[in-house]
């Protein structure tokens, strides 16, 4: 008798270590952007998630754009931002195949 009492929580732990791991597994990222310097191009895009696109840079970090915080970045773009902070700079080509200031932002 026991043990069936054990079995019909199994689900529910099982679900709650699922979403304890996908947050801390989401939040590495964004701990990441937070510290390090960065001075890197944007590879690739993916919207996957509803009302989320994800911005992958060449170092490996990523930058998210929500319906919150929509970001004009395109692939190809630069991001340059120093550590420990939020602010970042978009830089974009211009017609002279240079790299220029696009945009500054403040990731949340």
Not at 12 to 35: A, G, K, M, W
Not at 47 to 63: A, H
Not at 75 to 97: C, L, P
């Amino acid at each position: 008798m026991m043990k069936r009492k054990y079995i019909k929580f199994l689900p529910i732990v099982i679900v709650v270590i699922v979403v304890v791991v996908f947050l801390v597994y989401n939040n590495h990222p964004n701990n990441r952007f937070y510290i390090e310097k960065v001075n890197s191009k944007v590879v690739k895009r993916s919207n996957w998630q509803l009302r989320t696109t994800e911005f992958y840079l060449k170092n490996g970090l990523r930058i998210d754009s929500t319906g919150i915080l929509p970001l004009d970045i395109k692939v190809g773009d630069s991001i340059s931002k120093e550590a420990n902070t939020q602010k970042f700079n978009v830089y974009r080509k211009n017609r002279a195949n240079k790299f220029k200031l696009h945009k500054v932002y403040k990731k949340l």
